[in-house]
């Protein structure tokens, strides 16, 4: 027997299924014995780590579409490079991209230089779940 787990994430307005999405374990069972029915413990939390992660990386996402542009006057910002940041979840570590961005040009009036954005750095103060 074969149990195939599967994530889909699907938005809220409509019912398409994200690009990436697919199965997160395959769990074998050679015989269709009772003797260990269900999942074992080590199996179950390798499960749901690994949905942790896979949730955890859609909202990123997501939220990092939004905050790629000005908000003062909706310019797009320019990427200056990316790095890793570490969440702490009762599951595991969770390393997500961070990038960093460029600040926008309307914005040197209060500040003559550029400088450097860190969207997801300045929203997940803690980095523990």
Excluded at 10 to 37: F, N
Excluded at 79 to 99: A, Q
């Amino acid at each position: 027997m074969r149990l195939i787990i599967e994530a889909r994430l699907v938005d809220g307005d409509s019912d398409t299924v994200e690009e990436g999405d697919g199965i997160l374990a395959v769990i074998e069972r050679p015989d269709c014995s009772l003797a260990d029915p269900g999942l074992s413990l080590a199996e179950g939390r390798s499960l749901m780590a690994k949905v942790q992660t896979e949730l955890i990386s859609k909202q990123v996402q997501r939220w990092l579409a939004s905050k790629t542009h000005c908000e003062n006057c909706g310019a797009a910002l320019r990427h200056k490079d990316s790095r890793s940041t570490v969440l702490c979840t009762v599951y595991g570590k969770v390393t997500v991209k961070s990038p960093r961005l460029w600040s926008c040009a309307c914005q040197g009036i209060t500040r003559p230089e550029q400088r450097v954005v860190h969207p997801l750095s300045k929203t997940l103060t803690r980095r523990v779940t």
